[in-house]
């Protein structure tokens, strides 16, 4: 991950802005609104933060996303934005997220992490 506000210690990856929206919750459809987030990959989590400061914050506020990284499944998609550089994450209690970037390589190395982060956590 490029950039100033970029990190990558103790296993965390991340502080940089996605572009995220949750298109299902629990296996119900909920309305896409693509919202600018802060994500921080932990190893078995994905965060989603509204507000830069939350991410050094002891305790995630309300408007912080969790998304569970054991079970899920990521996988590319095209057909469900026109969007450029879409992943979606699918949780094993059925929420879907699309992740969007428009830097193709910055979109593709966070692909590849939380990839990594769901197959380990998979398995452990
Ligand atoms: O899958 P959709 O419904 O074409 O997604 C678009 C809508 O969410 C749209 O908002 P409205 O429902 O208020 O029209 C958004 O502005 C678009 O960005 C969505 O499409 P993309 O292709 O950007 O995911």
């Known amino acids: 991950v490029g950039g100033a506000t970029a990190f990558e210690t103790q296993g965390d990856f991340g502080g940089e802005q996605l572009n995220v929206t949750k298109i299902s919750e629990r296996g119900k459809?909920?309305?896409?609104?693509?919202t600018l987030m802060w994500s921080?990959?932990?190893?078995?989590?994905?965060?989603?933060y509204k507000d830069r400061q939350q991410i050094t914050a002891l305790k995630p506020?309300?408007?912080?996303?969790?998304?569970?990284l054991w079970g899920a499944v990521i996988e590319w998609i095209t057909e469900k934005s026109s969007r450029k550089n879409v992943f979606?994450?699918?949780?094993?209690?059925?929420?879907e997220y699309l992740i969007?970037?428009?830097?193709?390589?910055?979109?593709?190395?966070?692909?590849?992490?939380?990839?990594r982060?769901?197959?380990s956590s998979t398995k452990a």
């Open 117 to 119: 982060a769901i197959d």
């Open 100 to 115: 969007q970037v428009d830097n193709f390589s910055t979109a593709n190395k966070w692909y590849d992490a939380i990839k």
């Open 29 to 34: 459809k909920q309305r896409k609104n693509w």
């Open 61 to 68: 506020d309300g408007r912080t996303d969790v998304v569970q």
């Open 40 to 48: 921080v990959l932990k190893s078995d989590q994905l965060l989603f």
């Open 88 to 95: 979606q994450i699918t949780t094993n209690t059925g929420s």
